[in-house]
């Protein structure tokens, strides 16, 4: 490690200012001149004398804190560890940068510290700097070393050292919102008719217990038998049934390297795909996933378990959008060679391109009947603000031709594939992930698998 170079703090900065003072008076005689000069020259050696009675890197270590994996669009905290190896007995004033990734949004990488002399006593945890960084998007990112200024005794001069301590760190989707109550929140930021309409208790087809009747029970699910058995009026509940295939699709071609909201498409449709994926898991499914674009780039088949969801997150943290036509036959050839239950397909993909709307329609809508299919594209809210905006020039009505063309073109795809017995999901990036779910939970409840 170097010794380290020389910068001059803001203290000495103003002392050489000051020295200008009797410098602009030097025409009223040398003397101020000289006194000038004098100033500047004691100013520079006293800030030599500070550099070197300044501490040198050996005086302390620097360890970074951070977990392995961090989570996208969030704030992950990133924590510098202190600790003087000099044994002195004055306090250590310092400066502290770390290097975070580049592309990464960071507050406070940047502070000072002053680290107390003398022993600690026994179990004082080592002084420690706290920032918060938030990547972006999903992938590999790598920090790069700590830079300390160690302020020297008079605080004219620090002596700035590079410390090395590069290292990379994973970046995955975001998984805390997977809780049930930020399910149950999402659920519950719908429409009034559609919360009403999903209070009713899931049926589907598995039994699961006998109950007494309550009034506005179906009378189809009293179980008779078992009523003049017990002498009361039973009826049967129902449970979603488990077990069931469900495979997730993500399109990584050229339509998904947009960005909406700040966050590319594909990024929004991964955290779609992982909450999905977790609640499936939970609820009992086998989950798999395929990630493709002009080929196959990543494929789990259905399992179940929660080191399944591992596997899946691991499989397509790395995932990125190729400048590429997407190959929808290729694709559901590669996952339904392998795939012969009936199973629940979910295309994370975007429609508004109709020629590649015309080959994913052709594909899609073969699944039918003996698969369930399910359509899910992100709702760009600029182009549909440019789409019904009023124009203010030419070339806002250029842009809302452009726009308009494009809304009805994924109007008249939509409305095909659900008039052959698809379903079909569209929703802003806010929102995009919470309307996969309730599909997909509509579904359990009426048990369309």
Not at 126 to 146: S, W
Request: net charge positive; glycine share 8%.
């Amino acid at each position: 490690m170097s010794a380290g170079r020389p910068v001059p703090t803001g203290l000495a900065v103003a002392l050489l200012a000051a020295g200008l003072v009797p410098a602009a008076l030097a025409v009223a005689g040398p003397a101020f001149g000289w006194l000038a000069l004098a100033v500047n020259v004691a100013v520079l050696v006293l800030c030599a004398v500070d550099f070197l009675r300044a501490p040198r890197a050996d005086a302390l270590t620097v360890r970074r804190q951070v977990e392995p994996i961090l989570s996208s669009g969030t704030r992950n905290p990133v924590h510098l560890e202190f600790e003087r190896t000099d044994g002195g007995t004055s306090p250590l004033r310092l400066e502290a940068r770390d290097e975070p990734p580049e592309d990464v949004a960071s507050t406070g990488h940047r502070q000072a510290l002053t680290l107390p002399g003398g022993a600690p006593p026994p179990g004082t945890p080592p002084p420690r700097l706290t920032y918060f960084i938030t990547p972006p998007a999903r992938g590999d990112a790598r920090f790069g070393d700590v830079h300390l200024r160690l302020l020297g005794p008079l605080g004219l001069c620090a002596r700035q050292v590079r410390v090395p301590a590069a290292q990379s760190v994973k970046v995955y989707p975001d998984l805390t919102a997977l809780s049930r109550e930020a399910l149950a929140l999402a659920r519950a930021s719908e429409s009034p008719s559609a919360r009403t309409q999903r209070r009713r208790a899931a049926e589907g087809r598995e039994f699961e217990s006998l109950r007494e009747y309550r009034p506005g029970d179906d009378y189809r699910h009293i179980d008779w038998k078992a009523s003049a058995r017990h002498g009361d009026t039973l009826v049967r509940t129902w449970q979603p049934e488990k077990h069931q295939p469900v495979l997730l699709l993500l399109d990584c071609g050229r339509h998904m390297a947009g960005q909406v909201q700040g966050r590319r498409k594909l990024d929004h449709a991964v955290d779609a795909a992982l909450r999905l994926a977790r609640v499936g898991l939970d609820a009992g499914d086998v989950v798999g996933v395929l990630a493709f674009a002009s080929d196959v780039r990543a494929f789990l088949p259905p399992r179940k378990g929660r080191e399944h969801l591992r596997l899946i997150t691991e499989s397509l943290y790395r995932t990125e959008a190729a400048l590429e036509e997407s190959d929808y036959g290729r694709a559901f050839d590669f996952a339904f060679a392998r795939q012969t239950r009936r199973a629940l397909v979910v295309l994370f993909t975007d429609l508004v391109d109709p020629d590649a709307s015309a080959s994913l329609l052709t594909r899609t809508l073969a699944l039918r009947p003996r698969h369930l299919p399910v359509v899910a594209s992100l709702l760009d809210e600029d182009v549909e603000a440019a789409a019904t905006g009023v124009p203010r020039d030419a070339r806002d009505a250029y842009a809302r031709q452009a726009a308009a063309r494009l809304e009805a073109e994924y109007r008249r795809t939509a409305t095909t594939l659900r008039d052959a017995g698809a379903l079909v999901v569209r929703a802003p990036a806010r929102g995009f992930g919470a309307a996969a779910l309730n599909v997909y939970l509509d579904v359990k409840s009426r048990g369309l698998l």
